[in-house]
């Protein structure tokens, strides 16, 4: 768990992190560079979710390296399916991270949506609906392994 003070957010008890595989954790269904390692780390202090509709077909390859199983989307209405899953976690202990389109109401839904920016693109709208934006992954899960990065970003 992590717990952190936000001036303008309040007391925040952080218990899921939910990311998007394609095009966050993965471009072209390989995954990016020093992800396994930072995910190990932050197994330690959150409970690591991954939501794919598996594009590339690698996701089972993906699994096995980060040592977790990722929930399969069903084609259509991707974005609801997705809200859906952090609305079940418990949003106000979820933070989530993706890129597409299909994550803008996932991003929304969750305490804190983190929108990184991605080689696959980041659509307008999650980018807008998200509370913060990060250059890339590494940087999103670096921040959530150091939370006074947090304070500092979302103080109001």
């Not at 933070?95 to 929108?115: E, F, Y």
């Not at 509370?131 to 947090?150: E, F």
């Given at each position: 768990?992590?717990?952190?003070?936000?001036?303008?957010?309040?007391?925040?008890?952080?218990?899921?992190?939910?990311?998007?595989?394609?095009?966050?954790?993965?471009?072209?269904?390989?995954?990016?560079?020093?992800?396994?390692?930072?995910?190990?780390?932050?197994?330690?202090?959150?409970?690591?979710?991954?939501?794919?509709?598996?594009?590339h077909g690698k996701q089972a390859e993906i699994d096995s390296i980060?040592?977790l199983k990722a929930d399969r989307i069903k084609t259509g209405d991707?974005?609801?399916?997705?809200?859906?899953?952090?609305?079940?976690?418990?949003?106000?202990?979820?933070?989530?991270?993706?890129?597409?389109?299909?994550?803008?109401?996932?991003?929304?839904?969750?305490?804190?949506?983190?929108?990184?920016?991605?080689?696959?693109?980041?659509?307008?709208?999650?980018?807008?609906?998200?509370?913060?934006?990060?250059?890339?992954?590494?940087?999103?899960?670096?921040?959530?392994?150091?939370?006074?990065?947090?304070?500092?970003?979302?103080?109001?």
């Open positions: 768990m992590i717990k952190v003070a936000i001036p303008g957010k309040g007391e925040l008890d952080l218990k899921y992190v939910v990311f998007d595989v394609n095009g966050t954790l993965a471009v072209d269904g390989q995954l990016l560079p020093d992800v396994p390692e930072l995910l190990d780390n932050l197994k330690e202090h959150l409970e690591i979710h991954l939501l794919t509709a598996d594009t980060l040592n991707e974005a609801r399916q997705k809200a859906a899953y952090v609305e079940n976690l418990g949003p106000n202990n979820t933070i989530a991270i993706g890129q597409g389109a299909n994550d803008s109401l996932m991003l929304k839904s969750a305490v804190i949506g983190i929108c990184t920016l991605s080689a696959e693109g980041s659509a307008l709208e999650t980018l807008l609906g998200s509370d913060l934006v990060v250059p890339d992954i590494q940087s999103a899960i670096k921040i959530l392994l150091n939370p006074t990065r947090l304070i500092a970003s979302l103080r109001s």
